[in-house]
């Protein structure tokens, strides 16, 4: 999954940060977010959780659901 989000955060630079974290070392932060299964995506706003991915999925699909996210105003 890692080399697809490379290509994801280059194309949405401008818009969004995408940041990596390890579960079984940030613990805490995965409950937080509310983690449940591996890989998982989650789309943050000001105000927290907005959307989330679950699964292995391809970097098309990856990038359908963030312009549908972004398209739709939902990260504030």
Do not use: C, F
């Amino acid at each position: 999954m890692a080399p697809i989000m490379v290509d994801v955060s280059k194309h949405y630079v401008d818009q969004l940060n995408v940041i990596k974290i390890d579960v079984d070392e940030q613990t805490q932060l995965a409950k937080q977010l509310e983690v449940t299964g591996v890989p998982s995506l989650v789309l943050l706003g000001r105000s927290g959780s907005k959307s989330r991915l679950i699964g292995g999925v391809s970097t098309e699909e990856i990038n359908r659901w963030l312009s549908k996210q972004l398209d739709h105003n939902t990260i504030k």
